[in-house]
């Protein structure tokens, strides 16, 4: 249900939802809180803001004269200012309806009436939010800093899961491309240590199953990590979660389950690279989608092997192809990531060519994610270093899209009736 709020000022237009109330000022700005009253972000002219737990503020927006997409870490005082913004806002419509200074009246008169009469409803979503502000998500901040060490990167559609940090770094930290780890030696929770962060996350209400949907086993290639260990790490993950049964497949029951059990999670979802993947056989990944296992992010970045060798990506194509097959005969679903652009001109047909090949042999369907993601190239890498060495020169923005349309348009599913979603991935608008 959506409620306009009309006063002299103009109009405001709130809309709670089970996870999430966004109240939008004459069509902009628009701010997006949780249930509980943290401000999620804002849209502010046309710049969009992305508020993260740790507080960080990533603004997004396009260059008005040529289009390009601008991406900024707000830094303070500018971030206090933003936030604070918003608060003050949402309090200004608080009052407004205190002092019945509106007329306020859902948008929909044709919608089931809510139990509720409209006021009653507005207040319940506004006053968690009167009951936040920059203090205290600051505050929240510092205990999610002392729980996780920095979450360096999540796929898309995990940004609001819990992360469940049982690994930092990544076991083989060789590409030549990724600055996620580089800094960071890779290290193991031992069960107790896991125990003791489950026991400290689960008990944080910004972590709460209300608010997030599902676990995310992290960081990089946690699934790494010897089936004997993974299994008793699920069993770990048992002490403190609960899961929707898996025999509910339908999307249509797995939310009615959730709704009479708000306490549940959706699954389990977690990073693995190809090599570690490649060495794990079906009755393991079979072994893990019993315990909850949902979801596996496999950064395939090219098909090409020549390619693969020249970023030093641990897996081969083919053993990347065998071990999406085997997770997918063992039930489980996959997130593919391949890089728009990486190998620049070099590598750029074979690339693409190879690319939309091995996907394609992937024989990907519903419940699975291709994310394409454009390469950056950071700098002070070895593959900086590398393809400036073989002159290799980076693809345009307008080459990056070419080549994603070329990938894009040559996939297809093993049921065309069942398709794998595509999505885009840019690692630059990542906030946990
Ligand atoms: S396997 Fe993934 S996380 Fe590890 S170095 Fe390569 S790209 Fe980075």
């Given amino acids: 249900m959506i409620y306009r709020i009309v006063s002299e000022a103009g109009e405001v237009v709130v809309s709670p939802k089970a996870g999430s109330v966004s109240i939008a000022y004459n069509g902009n700005p628009v701010d997006y809180f949780d249930r509980d009253g943290r401000l999620l972000g804002s849209q502010v002219g046309n710049r969009h803001y992305c508020r993260g737990l740790d507080n960080r503020l990533l603004e997004k927006y396009r260059r008005p004269e040529d289009g390009e997409r601008v991406r900024n870490e707000v830094q303070e005082p500018a971030r206090q200012r933003i936030i604070t913004a918003a608060y003050e806002r949402a309090g200004i419509v608080a009052d407004m309806l205190n002092r019945n200074l509106t007329e306020c009246k859902p948008t929909h008169p044709n919608e089931i009436a809510p139990l509720l009469p409209p006021r009653d409803v507005l207040a319940s979503a506004l006053n968690p939010i009167l009951a936040y502000g920059y203090e205290r998500l600051c505050l929240e901040a510092t205990e999610l800093r002392r729980m996780y060490v920095p979450v360096g990167i999540l796929p898309p559609d995990q940004y609001l899961s819990v992360v469940a940090q049982l690994t930092t770094g990544c076991s083989y930290n060789g590409c030549t491309f990724c600055n996620f780890c580089r800094s960071r030696r890779f290290a193991v929770k031992s069960l107790d240590e896991f125990r003791r962060h489950l026991s400290e996350v689960t008990s944080f209400p910004a972590t709460s199953a209300r608010l997030r949907k599902s676990v995310f086993l992290g960081d990089g290639n946690a699934l790494s990590l010897p089936q004997k260990t993974l299994l008793e790490v699920f069993g770990v993950l048992h002490e403190f979660f609960s899961f929707v049964p898996s025999q509910l497949r339908e999307a249509r029951e797995r939310y009615a389950y959730r709704k009479s059990h708000p306490h549940s999670y959706e699954g389990v979802f977690s990073f693995v690279d190809g090599r570690a993947a490649w060495k794990k056989t079906v009755d393991d990944f079979r072994a893990l989608k019993e315990q909850h296992l949902r979801r596996v992010y496999l950064g395939l970045e090219s098909g090409d092997d020549a390619l693969l060798a020249f970023v030093r990506k641990p897996a081969t194509r083919s053993e990347m192809i065998d071990a999406v097959r085997r997770m997918k005969t063992a039930g489980l679903n996959v997130g593919v990531i391949a890089m728009v652009g990486v190998g620049g001109d070099r ?39 590398l393809a400036r060495e073989r002159g290799i020169r980076d693809l345009t923005g307008l080459e990056l899209k070419a080549q994603r349309d070329e990938i894009r348009a040559g996939l297809h599913w093993k049921d065309p009736s069942e398709p794998a979603q595509v999505a885009l991935y840019d690692i630059r608008e990542f906030v946990y």
């Avoid at 047909?349 to 394409?372: F, K, P, R, S």
């Fill in 347 to 385: 590598f750029a047909a074979a690339h693409v060519e190879q690319t939309i090949d091995a996907i394609n042999a992937m024989e990907l369907g519903d419940g699975d994610i291709v994310y394409l993601s454009d390469f950056v190239n950071h700098r002070g890498l070895p593959y900086e270093r």
